[in-house]
């Protein structure tokens, strides 16, 4: 792309430039354009009224960083580099307690699915008119008998099983919010899950950025507002799948390090804790 790029610039220069005896300023004009696209300055509609500097100070603290939109004064970059301290700061925070409370509700819902299975277990060895017998050594059912006592602090889900949750929750988002930016945006289904996991993950590269252009395929203002809520929710859902991911690889990690007796003091190895503060059951080693 790069040389096609650079063979039709040259073609360009070419054409306005030789048949020409006064100074050719094409050089000045394609510098001229791209200050003005990369500003946000030659965009058509305007990107710093109210909805467009919502999405501008979402993408600054959540370190997404499109680039689309940039201050261009110097009052605006001091402004940033202050707001970015703090809202940074805090949508870490946010992110946390997000992660915090999304992994405690599946934690709710893994423990009512479990306490449904040993119910109809229970009614299952009951109709057969036997004595009922608890599989009180099988972890999956009343691991250390606190699944049949009650509390919540007694029978904590599976790494595992949190992850996958949240695998299958973080695809279906992506794969959801792919279709509607590859029907408003006209991209390929490919190019629109290429910035969804770009965007969802923070990186930003700002190759492909959305509601970038007249939208005629929705309200404008919808989906301003509605793609501001998929990156948000993407942001959060994202960040709860690669903490737990990393905890996922880091029992991997462990698995193979003693597979292959490795000696040395490891904490991760010497004793079993709740993962992160958030509630866990460690694997079976």
């Not at 229970?122 to 050594?137: F, G």
Request: with cysteine; glycine share 6%; hydrophobic share 40%.
């Amino acid at each position: 792309m790069r040389t096609e790029f650079e063979i039709s610039l040259a073609r360009y220069r070419r054409r306005y430039c030789e048949n020409s005896s006064a100074p050719c300023d094409f050089d000045d004009l394609v510098t001229l354009i791209r200050d003005g696209t990369s500003s946000g300055i030659a965009s058509p509609r305007e990107r710093f009224d109210y909805l467009g500097s919502l999405f501008f100070s979402a993408t600054v603290i959540s370190t997404i960083g499109f680039g689309s939109s940039t201050p261009r004064t110097t009052g605006g970059r001091v402004l940033t580099i202050v707001y970015g301290v703090v809202g940074c700061t805090s949508c870490v925070l946010f992110f946390n307690l997000f992660l915090e409370r999304f992994v405690t509700a599946l934690s709710y819902l893994l423990r009512y699915f479990h306490e449904r299975k040993i119910q109809r277990r229970l009614m299952k060895n009951s109709s057969a008119s036997k004595p009922v017998t608890l599989l009180i050594n099988n972890e999956d059912y009343c691991e250390s008998a606190s699944s049949c006592e009650g509390p919540m602090d007694g029978w904590r889900p599976s790494v595992y099983k949190v992850f996958f949750c949240l695998f299958s929750i973080s695809a279906l988002l992506i794969s959801s919010a792919a279709l509607i930016y590859s029907h408003v945006e006209d991209w390929a289904y490919v190019e629109a899950m290429y910035f969804c996991f770009i965007s969802f993950a923070t990186i930003g590269f700002g190759d492909y950025v959305s509601n970038q252009k007249d939208v005629t395929k929705m309200n404008g203002d919808l989906y301003r507002f509605l793609n501001f809520a998929l990156l948000t929710l993407g942001a959060c859902c994202f960040y709860c799948l690669f903490n737990v991911s990393s905890i996922v690889v880091r029992q991997f990690l462990n698995f193979m390090i003693k597979k292959m007796d490795v000696k040395g003091t490891i904490c991760c190895l010497k004793k079993k804790r709740r993962y992160m503060g958030l509630g866990l059951r460690p694997p079976k080693e």
